[in-house]
Every structure is written in structure tokens, then in C-alpha cells.
């Protein structure tokens, strides 16, 4: 058994993310929009109709720009909470419409998909990982800190699409003012190079195969920078810089053969953390 990964676009001009196997998939945020999110997928042999789910983290533009279209357009429901729902004035119909809650896994064909909280300044932000019962894919972006609840998912995945928003010395010295500086490196922001590496190095498991490092500042990081920093660390880690302007190649994710053997470990019950 396996997964299929590609980002389809991630940075703050749109943020797409494609899991699936042979029979059912899902899109996490739809920040494209819905001609350029088909001719990507297009591109990469990957079909719309497979589609069954759009997952939302949160209301911010970039997450959410295609999403009412594609929905209309392929009839795929969009699982969203009633605060990012408001919040981000989208209009959808009813029956497209689905709720979540953090830690309650959704059933989608073959895919289990689960939702758990995050720190970042929006009304109510979520990631999300997807398994097929043998493979774990997680998409850790739009983070200001890696919480209690990211560590604990991050250690479980097999791939991972992680934030590496920004280089600190370029963010210091750029031209953005000091309250956009502060907001971004605040807490409740994004996760920068060093951050984010001292995640992957501390909690990454061993058997983690890929990583997309996603959600690259235009001004304040350089992809040469973040792929150098992650790759003299990366031991048997292979390092994908998910960039802004392309989609990257589709990953197939699989469990190492080493561990075929042995019997997969069910998720335990929700973890009872404060976000603090």
C-alpha cells in the first residue's frame, strides 16, 4: 500500500496539497484557483475526479481563493469549521459543506483523515494528517510554533509537507516593518529555517522518507538556503523545496520494508494538551 504526494503550489500566492492512493484522494486548502489547480493536476497525471474531500486549515486567501469554484465545479465537499466558514464569507452549498472536529478521524473511501488544532492568528486553525491505515502524510504549514500537537503527529508521518517560512537574518534585515516582522516571528505566525529543522531533527521518526518544505517567504528565505540547511541533516530523509511558482513531482510514500512485518500500532485516544 502507498500514497501519493505533490504540492501544488505553496507560498502566500496560494497553497495546494494533493494526498491519495489508487482509488480516493484529498486536497488540503484550495489556494489556487480552480483552472490553475486542474491544469496542475493535469500536468501531473493526477485526476479531479479521484478528488473526494477539500480540507480547510484556515481563512486566510491563500488557503481558500479556489475553493468555492471547485466545489461547485466537481461536487466535492469541503470540510470546514464554522468559524473558518464565516470568517473567510465563503458561500458554498449546504450539502457541500462539512464540519470537523480536532482528534475525530473522517473516513474518506479508503483515507482517514485527521484534523488537530495549531497555533497561528487566524479564528481557528487546524492541520491535518491522512493515512491509509499503513502510511502517515502530514501537512504542517502555517505554524508559529510547534506545539505539544504537532510533535505528536509529526513523529507518526512517513512524509510530510513542513513549513520553512523564513530565513531569520533575511527577515531582520528586509524591508518588511517591524510589525509584519513581529507578527510573522511572533508565535502565532510561521515557523522559521532554524525552527523548523530543530522539529525535523528532535521528532522526524526514522522511518520518515520525505520532506516537502513548504511555505517559503519570496523576501525573507532563499530555497537554496532552507534546501543546504535540511539536507546536512536529512540521513535517509529525501529533501523537496515545495516552491510558489510549479508543482512538485508526485512522491510515492510507502511503508519501509523493514517494517512490514510488524503489526501497525492504532492511534491512541485524543491527546488531552493545552496548545500552551
Keep these: 500500500m502507498a500514497l501519493y504526494i505533490s504540492s501544488l503550489n505553496s507560498g502566500s500566492n496560494g497553497n495546494c496539497y494533493y494526498i491519495g492512493n489508487e482509488n480516493d484522494a484529498v486536497l488540503v486548502d484550495a489556494g489556487l484557483s480552480c483552472r490553475e489547480t ?10 479531479m475526479r479521484k478528488v473526494r474531500a477539500i480540507f480547510v486549515t484556515h481563512e486566510h486567501a491563500d488557503h481558500i481563493h479556489g475553493l468555492t469554484q471547485l466545489v461547485k465545479k466537481f461536487e466535492i465537499p469541503a470540510y470546514i469549521t464554522t468559524p473558518t466558514l464565516h470568517e473567510g ?3 458554498m452549498a449546504e450539502h457541500l459543506v462539512r464540519t ?14 485527521m484534523a488537530f488544532p495549531k497555533f497561528h492568528d487566524a479564528c481557528d486553525p487546524h492541520s491535518f494528517t491522512v493515512t491509509d491505515g499503513q502510511v502517515k502524510v502530514g501537512v504542517f504549514t502555517d505554524i508559529g510554533a510547534a506545539c505539544k ?3 505528536h503527529h509529526f513523529q507518526q508521518c512517513h512524509a510530510a509537507f513542513l513549513e520553512a517560512n523564513y530565513d531569520e537574518e533575511m527577515l531582520d534585515n528586509g524591508r518588511y516593518p517591524i510589525h509584519l516582522k513581529n507578527r510573522i516571528r511572533g508565535g502565532q505566525g510561521h515557523l522559521s529555517n532554524v525552527q523548523a ?4 531533527t528532535q521528532h522526524r521518526p526514522e522511518y520518515m522518507s520525505h ?6 517567504s519570496k523576501h ?4 537554496q538556503i532552507v534546501e543546504d540547511l535540511f539536507r546536512r541533516n536529512a540521513r535517509n530523509t529525501k529533501i523537496v523545496i515545495a516552491t510558489r511558482y510549479e508543482e512538485t513531482p ?5 511503508k519501509p520494508v523493514q517494517l512490514m512485518e510488524k503489526k501497525p500500532q492504532p492511534d491512541t485516544a485524543p491527546l488531552q494538551l493545552a496548545l500552551f
Design 197 to 200: 529543522l530543530r522539529l525535523f
Design 149 to 151: 500537537h504537532v510533535i
Design 220 to 223: 525573507n528565505n532563499h530555497p
Design 100 to 113: 470537523f472536529k480536532p482528534y475525530d478521524p473522517i473516513c474518506i473511501g479508503t483515507l482517514s483523515v
Design 250 to 254: 508526485v512522491f510515492r510514500i510507502q
Design 38 to 47: 486542474e491544469k496542475r493536476m493535469k500536468r501531473l497525471g493526477l485526476n
Design 211 to 216: 520532506l516537502l518544505l513548504s511555505h517559503l
Design 89 to 91: 464569507k465563503l458561500r
